[in-house]
């Protein structure tokens, strides 16, 4: 089974509007979702995730197994990481300013899936990402970011970009078909 890592932060609604509804169901591959929200605001992003996605969608859980065809998400406030087989949760402290850190889920997930994992940088503030990039190209996978230009926020994709750790640059609608392909190829696309 491969791995999709998703990253966003401010301007992530908009980019994961496009983004989700062109995610085929039943894509043999597991996705998770860390997009950085306050844990006191009221929380949409279920509903929102249910909305848009074709996929079925699920908060991660301490123990969730990890399953192909289905959107994990982090709950606000928390890491999630990759153990095995399953997600694992943690309340440390922030990374780059963030918790769930995009950095924790992609260097947790880069261990465990290696040239099997895609990671992608959508819009969003800070430098989030940059860091788990590297861990992805590191373990031989291949990493993605949304086109600065066309982010609301183009802080975190070209932090990604400046660590030289993204294969490659596309707008959010070229993004799936180019994971699709990722996806049934024989060997890692980059």
Known sequence: ??????????????ALKTLLPLLPPGLPAAIALVFHRAPETNDTLPNFLEQHSRMPVEEARDKTPIRAGRLYFAPADYHLLVEG????????????????????????????????????????????GAEGCVAIKRA???????????????????AALANDAIDIALDVEHIVPFLVRWQYSKGSAG
């Not at 089974?1 to 908009?14: A, D, H, P, W, Y």
């Not at 922030?94 to 769930?100: G, H, I, K, L, T």
């Open 1 to 14: 089974m491969k791995f999709i890592g998703i990253g966003t932060s401010l301007g992530g609604t908009q």
């Open 85 to 128: 087989d399953h997600f694992a949760l943690s309340t440390e402290a922030e990374v780059s300013y963030a918790r769930p850190s995009i950095d924790v889920l992609f260097e947790s997930a880069a261990e465990v899936y290696g040239k099997e994992m895609l990671g992608i940088i959508l819009t969003g503030a800070g430098r989030d």
């Open 140 to 158: 031989g996978g291949v990493t993605v970011a949304q086109t600065p230009v066309t982010a609301v926020c183009r802080s975190m994709p070209e």
